[in-house]
């Protein structure tokens, strides 16, 4: 039975070496979505526009320890621009227009991608539970 290969180093070509492409492919896909020049994109990654710019255009290196960090940025950005699955969705798109959106339908589909959702009345004399 041959042996898999693993990659030890998700996200990247090597042990300190280039992000690998479906990591950069998410980064510019980020960009493109949230609109993001390399200063805000770096910003949000924790280093600077320039090395955010060498990261996706050229083969820069990057110590493998800030990998976590750069994962987390970019999974926190992707909920936020509603990228899932690769492409960027709008409430449009992922809930039909003919159907009448229920708040617990709303709050099923926001659990379902990973949030937590609570609802406080506005009017106090209406009831919680209505």
Known sequence: MPIKKRNLFPHQKGLNGPLDEPFKKRLQRIRNVGGLTYDKLGQ??????????NLLQQEAHTRTVHIPRYLSAVEQLERELGIVGGEAITVSASVPQSDPISLEGLIRY????????????????????A
Do not use: C, E, H
């Open 110 to 129: 926001a659990n379902s991608q990973g949030f937590a959702v609570t609802f406080t009345p506005i009017d106090p004399r209406m009831p919680a539970d």
């Open 44 to 53: 949000k990654l924790g280093i600077s526009g320039s090395f955010a710019s």
